[in-house]
């Protein structure tokens, strides 16, 4: 399968500045989409934003102007910056991707979905 790992998370003050990333390790074919959720205490697990493999990006209406997701394919990478952090962000920060991979004796390769296991940001006021 493939695993994804995070780094980067912390604790800042309001209006402070982190910068999440996450590796994609395994038998990688092709990386697909790429995207960043969050889930805080009490709520649901929420799209932040999220990037194709041609570059082109999607965000959540709150992080606009304040966040940049970016990627580099030949890392296998994904990255979140965020600037002007809030206290409303403070969230675990959950890395995904899709694609595809091949096992030893595999002919054709097997689609995935991946999570990592979440860093924590956590924005004081």
């Known amino acids: 399968q493939v695993q994804l790992e995070e780094s980067g998370g912390g604790l800042v003050q309001a209006g402070g500045s982190l910068r999440l990333s996450c590796g994609a390790s395994?038998?990688?074919?092709?990386?697909?989409?790429m995207a960043w959720y969050r889930q805080a205490p009490g709520n649901q697990r929420e799209l932040v934003a999220a990037i194709t493999s041609g570059g082109s990006t999607n965000y959540q209406d709150s992080v606009k102007g304040r966040f940049t997701i970016s990627r580099d394919n030949a890392k296998n990478m994904v990255y979140l910056q965020m600037n002007n952090l809030k206290p409303e962000d403070t969230a675990v920060y959950y890395c995904?991707?899709?694609?595809?991979?091949?096992?030893?004796?595999?002919?054709?390769?097997?689609?995935?979905?991946?999570w990592g296991q979440g860093t924590q940001v956590t924005v004081s006021s």
């Open positions: 995904n991707a899709e694609g595809t991979y091949r096992r030893s004796g595999d002919l054709y390769a097997r689609t995935f979905t991946s």
């Open positions: 395994g038998s990688i074919v092709r990386l697909n989409p």
